[in-house]
């Protein structure tokens, strides 16, 4: 007999901490801004946070996406980690 399940793809996961969270950052392609944001990684998840980042510039080059994976250790580590990125100049999104 065939099973049915039903799934609600609205729901969140939850998420068990600590674990790993990629997080993507779009900067705009000017000096510096990598550098800052490699900081503010580093400051919230250790020295050597940023050493597996992957970047993809946009077609014109006038952009990048950044993305680092962190081990998180909890939801106020992630928010703090959000709040500081955002600051920085050149940062658009964070996600």
């Known amino acids: 007999h065939p099973v049915s399940v039903k799934v609600n793809i609205d729901a969140p996961q939850k998420l068990e901490f600590p674990c790993d969270y990629p997080i993507k950052v779009m900067v705009r392609a000017q000096t510096g801004v990598r ?12 020295a050597g946070a940023a050493e597996g ?35 920085i100049p050149g940062v658009m999104l964070v996600l």
């Open 35 to 46: 550098a800052a944001v490699t900081t503010v990684i580093e400051r919230h998840a250790g």
């Open 53 to 87: 980042c992957s970047e993809r510039r946009s077609a014109e080059g006038n952009f990048a996406g950044l993305t680092y994976t962190i081990r998180a250790t909890g939801p106020q580590h992630i928010a703090a980690l959000f709040q500081d990125l955002r600051g």
